[in-house]
Each structure stands twice: as structure tokens, then as C-alpha cells.
């Protein structure tokens, strides 16, 4: 089926966030008394929040306070972005403007909630390119589950099979692929792991390679 929609994750994929969000995670379970790895920090990307939560019990024991470490998160984090500011991923207006003049649906389906969304966006530049941002708070499930991801093909309009969909994240790509959405993925700072590579039908280096895969579709 013809593809006329294009669905992106947003940190990692669109912003380049990612790594802030692996930074601050660590350094707020530091300042609440816990370790935590570079790989578990990896582990949390675009993860549905009671999945976190049974997952940072895990490691850290029942004691761990998710809400209290998520808020020292997002206020070290906010405070970082209001003295640097955010930067797009390399290719990310390109590729908007390319799917804008060829009149592609656009929509965002992140775990980032909708106010925070939006305002990276407008800081990175690229707000306008987006005909719908979808957050996992307004689904019942988040990433890995394919709520998100439906959602977003009905506030398009179209079927999950005319949608593309680019992730950086295992969470995210077993999200879109379980929706029925073409599975783009586009991982941040090296390659996609093993365990989900059955589950893409694209691998792209960077966003500027998207336009070539969909040129290739036509």
C-alpha cells in the first residue's frame, strides 16, 4: 500500500535529546542514593511509565521513588536546555520540508508529554513541519505497546500499513511494528540492536537517507 503518512519519535529520532535524557536519569539517581548504568539509563528510552517503574524496582528495590528521581530529572534537565537550547538531529528539516512540499501527512508519537513536546520543538525550530504531536498520556499504554502509534494513524486518518514510522529505540520500533506501521529506524550514536532488526523494514544512517527510502517506495 502506498505510503501518506510519515510518524516520528521525537528525542533521539527528531531532537537530540537522547543523551540528556541518559545524563540527568543518572545523575538524579545519584542524588537519590542509587547507581545507576549507562546501559540501564538506555533501557528507559520512550519506555511506557509503569514499565519504568517495575524496572527501576527492579534494580534499585522497592524503596525507589520513580516520581521523586523523574522530577530531579526534568528539573536538571529543563535547566540544561534553558542555558544551551536544543538542536534538531542532522537531516530533521530537510526531511520535513521534503515531506511538506510532497503533501505526506506528519505526526509525533513520543513519550514526552504534550507542553514539553511542543516547546522543544519551537526551540529546535521545527514545530510547524507537524500536523499532530501524540503523547503516550494520551493512550492508555506507552511504548513498547502499539497504542501510541494507532492512535496517531486514526488522528492522520489513514492505516497503520500507509504510515511510516522512525524510531531510534527498541521500545519505539516494537511499538510501531505491533501497530502495523513501516518500520524505519534511524538509531542514535550506532546501530540498531540485534534483538530487533527482525522487526525493521528500513535501516537509515541519518534522517537525510528517509527521503531516499521513501523515493525508492514510490
Known sequence: MKIKGVIFDLDGL??????????????????????MTKEQSLQLRSLDKELAKELLSEWFGKDFSYQKTKDIR????????????????????????????????TAIATATNYERANCHLKLAGIRQY???????????????????????????????????????SPNGIKSAYSAGCVTVCVPDGGEAEEEINPLINYHAKSLVDVIEIIENMK
Not at 545524563?23 to 545519584?30: G, L, S, T
Not at 528539573?75 to 526531511?95: H, P, R, T
Not at 501510541?148 to 524510531?167: F, I, S
Open 74 to 105: 526534568v528539573k536538571l534537565m529543563n535547566e540544561y536546555i534553558d542555558q544551551n537550547g536544543i538542536e534538531a538531529k542532522k537531516g530533521a528539516k530537510e526531511l520535513a520540508e521534503y515531506l511538506r512540499e510532497k503533501s505526506y501527512k
Open 130 to 168: 507537524f500536523d499532530n504531536v501524540i503523547c503516550a498520556s494520551s493512550v492508555e499504554h506507552g511504548k513498547p505497546f502499539p497504542d501510541v502509534y494507532l492512535y496517531a494513524c486514526r488522528q492522520l486518518q489513514l492505516e497503520p500499513c500507509e504510515c511510516l514510522a522512525l524510531e531510534d
Open 14 to 35: 527528531l531532537l537530540d535529546t537522547e543523551k540528556l535524557y541518559q545524563r540527568f536519569w543518572i545523575e538524579a539517581a545519584a542524588k537519590c542514593g542509587y547507581k
